[in-house]
Every structure is written in structure tokens, then in C-alpha cells.
T-cell receptor, first 115, second 116 residues
Framework: DAGITQSPRHKVTETGTPVTLRCHQTENHRYMYWYRQDPGHGLRLIHYSYGVKDTDKGEVSDGYSVSRSKTEDFLLTLESATSSQTSVYFC??????????????FGAGSRLTVL | AQSVTQLGSHVSVSEGALVLLRCNYSSSVPPYLFWYVQYPNQGLQLLLKYTTGATLVKGINGFEAEFKKSETSFHLTKPSAHMSDAAEYFCAVSGGGGTSYGKLTFGQGTILTVHP
């Protein structure tokens, strides 16, 4: 499964608290992505990274920040969680061997509930 | 910019019947097109992709899709449904080559139910 690990897999938190989700990959791929999945919306891109310290916004980036201080880890932070951020969050990588085909491989997901 | 519309949020078929899941896309550049499948409580798994070349592409589990540029469509088919095909299916598009950093834009998903 391309060595993608998301943590935590499940989290329940309260409105206004900070939350950090971690995506860890073991194969040193350059491109990493954070998506959120909501019923009726499919998956929507939050942020992506194309190298260490190189990140950019996706279509639903408000309320989220990311960091990538080393190749293997891509962190997604909700500075002050809101109920609208209750979702399932997926990390994805683009394997370098598939760089021309834009094939993404997804992690197992992190289910976040904000009360 | 790209967008994807999947026609029908739920599709129900009988086991052994034809599966047809519809996807239309919009793209300002030549597209790459994908179908992913998601089984309950799992991540997404690639079924098939179109990049360039042959417009009829075959994927895993007997699925195939045809890229029709004139109709801006990439419908997914399988001749005979199996109970194990029950899942949610997502169509996705990206800009081709190095134009998009690999970012995918997804449709809203179609839940496929297979009846015995």
C-alpha cells in the first residue's frame, strides 16, 4: 500500500481545540496531498506538497495549515477545530515512478469528529 | 481548471447485470481521467486510468471505461455485476503531464448496490 500511514485513525475533539493529523510515507516520494471526504462532495483537496517546505493550497484550505519539514511526513493542522471540519481526511502520495501519469495512492483515512 | 460530474449518486443492479456508472468532465487542458473504488471504511483504490493513446481502457476486476472527447465523458462499465462490486466509485480528472502537480479533482461519488 505504498507505505502510507495516517495517525490518528480516529479522533474526537471539541470545538476550538487544535488538531494535527500526520501522514507518514516510507518511500521518499516528492508529492503528498491532503483531501477531505464528505457525503455528496466526493474528495476535495485541502493542501498539497511538492517537496520539503514546498506546499500550496487546494480548493478547501480555509481553516487548515500544513507543514512538511522532512520528506516522509506531511502534517495537517486545524488551528481551532469547528464542527464543519468533521470529516474523513485522506492523505495521498504520487509515486515518483508514476509521476507522468498522476496516479495517487491513498492512505486508510483519519476520521475526525468535532463536537 | 477541471471539474467532474457523476450522474446518479446511487445505482442499483442485479447480480449478473450490466454495470454502467456515468462520468462527465470539464478540463481546460487535455485531461487525465481516473476511476477509483472505495470499499466501506477503507481508502481509495485505483480501478483504471486514461492518460493518452487507446481510448478504451481496462482495469482491475473486469471494469473498463472509454474516453470520449467529443462527449467529454469517461463512463465506467462492467458486463456482469458481482456482489463484491458493491462499493462507492469515484471519477477524477487532472491536467495531463506536468501541468497540475498531480492534483486530482473528484466527482461526488456513486454508490453501487448489487442485489442477489
Amino acid at each position: 500500500d505504498a507505505g502510507i500511514t495516517q495517525s490518528p485513525r480516529h479522533k474526537v475533539t471539541e470545538t476550538g481545540t487544535p488538531v494535527t493529523l500526520r501522514c507518514h510515507q516510507t518511500e521518499n516520494h516528492r508529492y503528498m496531498y491532503w483531501y477531505r471526504q464528505d457525503p455528496g462532495h466526493g474528495l476535495r483537496l485541502i493542501h498539497y506538497s511538492y517537496g520539503v517546505k514546498d506546499t500550496d493550497k487546494g480548493e478547501v484550505s480555509d481553516g487548515y495549515s500544513v507543514s512538511r519539514s522532512k520528506t516522509e511526513d506531511f502534517l495537517l493542522t486545524l488551528e481551532s477545530a469547528t464542527s464543519s471540519q468533521t470529516s474523513v481526511y485522506f492523505c495521498a502520495i504520487k509515486a515518483d515512478r508514476n509521476s507522468g501519469a498522476n496516479v495517487l495512492t491513498f492512505g486508510a483515512g483519519s476520521r475526525l469528529t468535532v463536537l | 481548471a477541471q471539474s467532474v460530474t457523476q450522474l446518479g449518486s446511487h445505482v442499483s443492479v442485479s447480480e449478473g447485470a450490466l454495470v454502467l456508472l456515468r462520468c462527465n468532465y470539464s478540463s481546460s487542458v487535455p485531461p487525465y481521467l481516473f476511476w477509483y473504488v472505495q470499499y466501506p471504511n477503507q481508502g481509495l483504490q485505483l480501478l483504471l486510468k486514461y492518460t493518452t493513446g487507446a481510448t478504451l481502457v481496462k482495469g482491475i476486476n473486469g471494469f473498463e471505461a472509454e474516453f470520449k472527447k467529443s462527449e467529454t465523458s469517461f463512463h465506467l462499465t462492467k458486463p456482469s455485476a458481482h456482489m463484491s462490486d458493491a462499493a462507492e466509485y469515484f471519477c477524477a480528472v487532472s491536467g495531463g503531464g506536468g501541468t497540475s502537480y498531480g492534483k486530482l479533482t473528484f466527482g461526488q461519488g456513486t454508490i453501487l448496490t448489487v442485489h442477489p
